[in-house]
């Protein structure tokens, strides 16, 4: 069974830190994973998505790695923001009926 | 791309009524649509896969004739909360998975039964 774990689950840095949050993951035998981020209340915003295939993806300041063979996942946020302060999930499609499997998620606090 | 939408942001009903929640996917066609259920400060919890021009795929423990789904079109997905009680207040949040993007979520739906 997939199981998706969250380290640290919860994290406060002060402005223009580089910061690095962890998603592990049971069974290497995965699809794709997502990062996503929520802000109080609101829904999900994907931030980056890996495919099986693929090492790693850039957006901006944001870069998340995937190694498969180690079950892990890491978001790299460059130069932090207070506007980067949410919960960041990650999430492994793991099987042919698509259904994601949810880490708890890293609450971020960036201190100005 | 890969845009969905959700609507309403939130709703407030009394116990007893029946309360509608659509999810769109603008420009994207959806075959598989999802159907999430969140407590404050907890993960998602996911409900029901929807299912275009079939039933729903309910997780266990999910009662099917408390949430009727219904995935009609490629492009949409309700679900209906019938006979709401305050104990079914919570946020709702659907998703749709396109193959370039991805899942992508709905802004939600804060639902508050008074």
């Known amino acids: 069974k997939q199981e998706v774990t969250q380290i640290p689950a919860a994290l406060s840095v002060p402005e223009g830190e580089n910061l690095v949050l962890n998603c592990s993951f049971t069974?290497?035998?995965?699809?794709?994973l997502q990062w996503f981020r929520q802000d109080p209340g609101k829904g999900l915003t994907s931030l980056l998505l890996i495919q099986s295939s693929q090492r790693e993806q850039t957006s901006g300041r944001l870069n998340a790695s995937l190694d498969k063979s180690s079950g892990r996942s890491t978001l790299y946020i460059a130069a932090s923001q207070p506007g980067d302060s949410a919960t960041y999930l990650c999430a492994v499609n793991a099987g042919n009926n698509r259904k994601l499997i949810w880490g708890l998620g890293t609450s971020l606090a960036v201190n100005p | 791309g890969a845009v969905v939408s959700q609507h309403p942001s939130w709703v407030i009903c009394k116990s007893g009524t029946s309360v509608k929640i659509e999810c769109r996917s603008l420009?994207?066609?959806?075959?598989?649509m999802f159907w999430y259920r969140q407590f404050p400060k907890q993960s998602l919890m996911l409900m029901a896969t929807s299912n275009e021009g079939s039933k729903a795929t309910y997780e266990q423990g999910v009662e099917k004739d408390k949430f009727l789904i219904n995935h009609a079109s490629l492009t949409l997905s309700t679900l209906t909360v019938t006979s709401a009680h305050p104990e079914d207040s919570s946020f709702y949040i659907c998703?749709?998975?396109?193959?370039?993007?991805?899942?992508?979520f709905g802004s939600g739906t804060r639902l508050t039964v008074v």
């Open positions: 069974d290497s035998a995965i699809y794709n």
């Open positions: 998703s749709a998975r396109d193959e370039g993007y991805g899942y992508t």
């Open positions: 420009d994207f066609q959806a075959t598989t």
